[in-house]
C-alpha cells in the first residue's frame, strides 16, 4: 500500500450526533477497534468492519509505503519511507526494544 498524502481524523464514527451519516474521503485515517484504518475512497457512513468492500483499508496489518516530507507519524515496524525532500528511503525497524528508521 502507498500512501503520499492522508488526513487524521481521529476515532471512526458512522454518524454525527444528530444522527447525519459521516462521509469520509479518500486519504482519511481514522482508530477504529484498536486499529488504524485508511479510505481508499469515498465512504458514507459504512464502519471499517466491511473493510475493502467498502474502501476502507487497514494500515496497522499491511505494510505501509509512505512519500512524505517528514517521517510518518502512525508508522509500524515493516513500513518504509521516501523522504520527499531528500529522496531517500527508509525502513521502520526494532532493535533491542526500541524502533527507529534506517536507510535502505
Known amino acids: ?3 503520499t498524502e492522508f488526513n487524521f481524523i481521529g476515532d471512526f464514527k458512522s454518524k ?3 444522527g ?14 484498536e486499529q488504524t484504518w485508511i479510505a481508499s475512497k469515498r465512504i458514507l457512513g ?3 468492519d ?23 507519524f502512525y508508522s509500524k515496524v515493516g513500513d518504509e519511507w521516501l ?6 528511503t527508509y ?3 526494532k532493535n533491542k526494544g526500541s524502533e527507529y528508521w534506517v536507510e535502505l
Not at 473493510?51 to 509505503?65: C, D, H, L, P
Not at 523522504?83 to 531517500?88: E, K, P, S
Request: proline share 7%; hydrophobic share 30%.
Open 1 to 3: 500500500m502507498k500512501i
Open 16 to 18: 454525527t450526533p444528530t
Open 20 to 33: 447525519k451519516l459521516i462521509q469520509y474521503n479518500k486519504g482519511d485515517v481514522v482508530y477504529y477497534k
Open 46 to 48: 459504512s464502519t471499517p
Open 50 to 72: 466491511l473493510e475493502e468492500s467498502v474502501g476502507w483499508m487497514s494500515i496497522s496489518r499491511k505494510q505501509v509505503f509512505y512519500e512524505l516530507s517528514e517521517p510518518p
Open 83 to 88: 523522504n520527499t525532500q531528500t529522496g531517500i
Open 91 to 93: 525502513k521502520r525497524i
